[in-house]
């Protein structure tokens, strides 16, 4: 479970993330959306432990991320959209790497399945920098899951991969959260979104607009009723500063 | 498209200096600008009365030396240098201009105009460097004869890239344009060697350097040898004639060369784009792999079927320190590491024990190069914070503490050093047991080796930890990766880390110096205990003070953040 309490990030005298608050339960699976610069990133990168956020907090389970960092990033994933490896490791090091990292006993048994799962088996022995694009991202994704995290925090995912490669990483995702963990999904792509997703938060210049599920978000604004995903999107994170229904 | 070329070009160079500026606001920036550029009046612009006037091309140097190194550079072109490197473009380059209606000319005039900014300041560099120019006509003369001449040399680099290309592209017909002028090269090569070789003896009989200089000039400038390097006597005559009339009757046939070259290398016919693209590809993925990983290390990873085992369980840190030892074994930085001392034995071995002399050089070499790696090895051992904060927003996904990311970073680059000195002093103490009588005893000498491993641990631990701190604690002082860019305050910081450096490591070394000191008065009646435990005391204080900074610098680790080291 990740629980955010008025999260608040300033740079000097610019909000990029302004007083929001959700949880995510095990099994949950939260879909952040908003434009471009709407404080996404900013948000997730606070909830990893990257950045500190100016004010509120964000608990990992029973860790505060700023109190106890180790503890919360033991039980979380990180997988950025830009895949960051090392280009003198192998596929399998990494994950070896990233195993002692988080203390994972049992890791022998568990490099093989989830290069298993990621079609990566026969690159098991290619370094980093012979990897196509789809490749190392697939690399980074099973690096984040190998020490099976409870909380899995997602930007962009399918960024790089092959139609075939996004089937499998969504069912991946749906798989995890199905297992338990709370996953936090940001993307551009709202057919991902709609379809993974048991619930939305949408922010605007760094701000909640909206919360809950389609279904929710629709009550609330009657206006929205009958709109395609893409126009509820559309009209909810549309500059104007007032959202149909408000 | 000239238009918009020299737009992109002026506004590119315009943008550079006005970040550069914007970094000034920076008091440390500041200050740092003002220490270079005091630098550099001191040692190259001020006022050179009763001063010794230092590198000039003036004489015999310029007027023989520069025209055969010029021939040299130019022949090492086309014998082995100009490699497709030579035609690579930034990659914003590549998706803008390469898929814009411009012509294959276009786009190699874009290349040539590109570059000249670059050759201006250089001129402008090499003209203090050399002291030229006492005055202002004098010194503007110099920087247009520099810029001749180096843009002379960078528009044979470039065409000879196309040429090869050419040939690549046009099989044999391209081969056969390749060899002709390779074949000229030889011959000039070899008509200048044949003309030193002769005039051997007369610069062998010179009694002073400039006696030989002008032997050397009295031998090139006759005979055949006199018309090879005409051309580039042309190219360096700007360079050694005083301003005036004869200047410009010298830069007529440099310029005459330089434009003869930009029409070969516009006309040049070559598959360019292809190329270009896959030279500036390769260009992209040198410097991003040594932003994401190394600093400026390029070696080519290698021997990657061997590998370090790593247990699952244990301290985590310790994959960290893993990791950087993958990348010293692989990037071959660790035979480098190994071979000073493992030459060195093996010299000893072979010449050493039979004779004390070439012993004694051996062993003073060996103590020599170990403590010169103590100041000099960080700077070439950066698998540390030093490479890893670029990626701080990797490193601090991690479940560690920033104490320990700290100790895991600098433990990388201080323990192979470490093993490197310990080894090279090995060999000097085996050196100095053979070289001389006067040689402390074998007890005194094994009481160092066991003595000096804790010592060189805590003297590496604390230099290292002295670089990444300045690295965590002051990002914009240190190269991070591939990242510095060059300019006067860049120099000025350069110093200010070196002094700052200096000081940190001497006050580190004072507590254990005077333990050690200590130890040492207390024991000395049995000197070879003296030595292991003050050599030992000063290694677990210095030690003690790392884990004291690493503590320190792990709360300041904790605190930054990627966007304040540009990560």
């Not at chain 1, 490791?89 to 006993?105: K, P």
């Not at chain 2, 498209?1 to 920036?29: C, E, G, K, S």
């Not at chain 2, 590109?114 to 250089?122: E, H």
């Not at chain 2, 062993?363 to 190069?369: K, N």
Request: proline fraction near 5%; glycine fraction near 10%.
């Amino acid at each position: 479970m990740i629980r955010v309490a008025g999260l608040t990030r300033q740079y000097g005298d610019f909000r990029a993330v302004d007083d929001i608050t959700f949880t995510v339960l095990p099994g949950e699976v939260l879909g952040l959306v908003g434009p471009n610069g709407a404080g996404k990133t900013t948000t997730l990168r606070c909830l990893a432990g990257i950045i500190a956020p100016s004010q509120g907090t964000v608990m990992v389970g029973e860790h505060d991320v700023q109190r106890d960092p180790v503890g919360a990033k033991r039980a979380l994933a990180f997988i950025p959209d830009e895949p960051h490896l090392f280009e003198h490791l192998t596929v399998e090091e990494h994950l070896r790497f990233i195993g002692r990292l988080y203390g994972v006993a049992d890791v022998d048994a568990r490099i093989a399945p989830l290069l298993e799962e990621f079609e990566l088996t026969a690159k098991r022995r290619a370094l980093s920098t012979e990897l196509s694009r789809g490749m190392k991202q697939k690399l980074a994704i099973a690096c984040g899951l190998l020490h099976d995290p409870s909380v899995l925090i997602l930007d962009e995912p399918l960024t790089g991969l092959d139609p075939g490669g996004m089937r499998k990483m969504r069912a991946t995702i749906a798989a995890r959260a199905r297992a338990g963990a709370a996953v936090i999904l940001s993307s551009h792509l709202l057919t991902l979104v709609e379809e993974l997703c048991s619930a939305l938060f949408v922010i605007r210049e760094g701000r909640c607009v909206a919360a809950g599920t389609i279904a929710e978000i629709v009550r609330t604004r009657p206006a929205l009723a009958g709109l395609s995903l893409e126009e509820q999107f559309m009209a909810l994170t549309a500059g104007d500063g007032a959202t149909p229904g408000e | 498209m000239i238009a918009t070329f020299a737009y992109l070009i002026v506004t590119t160079a315009r943008n550079q200096v006005r970040a550069r500026v914007a970094r000034l606001r920076d008091p440390r920036y500041a200050v740092a600008m003002l220490l270079g550029l005091g630098y550099l009046w001191f040692l190259y612009i001020r006022p050179s009365t009763g001063r010794p006037s230092g590198l000039s091309l003036d004489g015999a140097v310029g007027g023989t030396l520069l025209p055969l190194g010029t021939l040299l550079l130019v022949a090492w072109t086309w014998l082995f240098g100009a490699d497709r490197g030579a035609l690579a473009f930034s990659q914003a380059e590549v998706t803008m201009l390469f898929t814009a209606p411009v012509t294959r000319r276009g786009l190699v005039l874009y290349k040539i105009a590109r570059t000249q900014l670059a050759i201006l300041t250089t001129s402008i560099v090499w003209t203090l460097v050399f002291r030229q120019g006492h005055t202002p006509a004098a010194a503007l003369t110099h920087i247009v004869g520099y810029w001749a001449l180096l843009s002379t040399l960078n528009l044979n680099r470039l065409g000879v890239a196309l040429v090869r290309t050419s040939a690549g592209a046009h099989g044999l017909r391209g081969i056969g344009r390749n060899w002709i002028p390779i074949a000229m090269v030889l011959a000039a090569l070899g008509i200048v060697t044949a003309a030193l070789m002769a005039g051997l003896p007369r610069m062998m009989a010179a009694e002073s350097p400039a006696q030989a200089m002008n032997a050397v000039a009295a031998t090139l400038s006759a005979g055949h040898s006199r018309w090879v390097l005409l051309p580039f006597r042309w190219l360096a005559a700007p360079l050694v004639t005083p301003p005036g009339l004869p200047w410009i009757a010298a830069m007529g046939p440099s310029l005459l060369l330089l434009l003869l070259m930009a029409t070969w290398v516009l006309r040049t016919d070559a598959a360019f784009e292809e190329a270009a693209v896959q030279a500036s590809a390769e260009r992209a993925q040198r410097v991003d792999a040594m932003g994401s990983r190394r600093g400026t290390v390029t070696a080519p990873v290698s021997g990657r079927s061997w590998s370090l085992p790593l247990a699952p369980t244990g301290a985590p840190a310790v994959a960290l320190l893993w990791k950087n030892a993958m990348w010293i074994v692989r990037t071959g930085q660790l035979w480098g590491l190994l071979a000073p001392p493992v030459i060195a034995a093996a010299c000893l071995a072979v010449a050493g024990s039979g004779s004390p002399r070439v012993a004694g050089v051996l062993g003073i070499g060996c103590a020599v190069l170990a403590i010169a790696m103590l100041l000099l090895g960080p700077t070439s051992v950066r698998n540390d914070l030093r490479s890893e904060l670029l990626h701080l927003s990797v490193l601090k996904t991690y479940p560690l503490r920033g104490r320990d990311v700290v100790m895991a970073e600098v433990g990388s680059g201080a323990l192979p050093l470490a093993g490197m000195q310990y080894l090279l002093l090995l060999v000097a103490l085996v050196a100095w047991g053979l070289a001389s009588d006067d040689a402390p005893d074998t007890m005194v000498r094994w009481a160092i080796a066991i003595g000096i491993p804790l010592l060189l641990v805590g003297l590496n631990g604390a230099v290292f930890m002295i670089h990444n701190g300045i690295a965590l604690l002051f990002p914009g002082w240190v190269r991070l990766g591939p990242t510095a860019g060059p300019g006067v305050e860049t120099l000025g910081l350069g110093m200010i880390t070196l002094f700052f450096s200096l000081v940190v490591f001497g006050a580190l070394l004072l507590g254990p110096g005077l333990g050690a000191a200590a130890v040492v008065a207390l024991l000395r009646e049995r000197l070879a205990l003296a030595v292991v435990l003050g050599a030992s005391t000063a290694g677990v204080l210095l030690l003690g003070e790392t884990l004291l900074c690493a503590r320190l610098l792990g709360r300041a680790l904790d605190r930054v953040e990627p966007m304040a080291v540009g990560s």
